[in-house]
């Protein structure tokens, strides 16, 4: 089993920045496939990035794209989710989540273990 601890929001300014991290610990750390998602008031939760899978490309939403960069360091057991240029629409609950198994990082469904959640807010 896997903990997550996610860190890094708060209240930032359109047009703004924040990084995000996400700290897992437990067994056999490197084995999980990691994943960010979130989630607005009223909405359902959605993807928001991943680190590579299968050893191709990292996954992102479509409207993260060219704003948002996912990374992850091994010696650290974290995962970081660098936001720029942010909306108020990016306004949100961060989730991270892990699994060990899975065929799609878009999934939610496919992620066991979640973290507490950060929370996000862009003003206009």
């Known amino acids: 089993q896997v903990q997550l601890v996610e860190s890094g929001g708060g209240l930032v300014q359109a047009g703004g920045s924040l990084r995000l991290s996400c700290v897992a610990s437990g067994r056999f750390v490197s084995r999980y496939h990691m994943g960010w998602f979130r989630q607005a008031p009223g909405n359902k939760r959605e993807f928001v990035a991943s680190?590579?899978?299968?050893?191709?490309?990292?996954n992102y939403a479509d409207s993260v794209k060219g704003r948002f960069t996912i990374s992850r360091d091994a010696a650290k057991n974290t995962v970081y989710l660098q936001m720029n240029s942010l909306k108020p629409d990016d306004t949100g609950v961060y989730f991270c989540?892990?699994?060990?198994?899975?065929?799609?990082?878009?999934?939610?469904?496919?992620?066991?273990?979640w973290g507490q959640g950060t929370q996000v807010t862009v003003s206009s």
């Open positions: 989540a892990a699994t060990t198994m899975g065929s799609s990082p878009y999934n939610q469904y496919e992620y066991p273990y």
């Open positions: 680190p590579s899978w299968s050893g191709g490309s990292t």
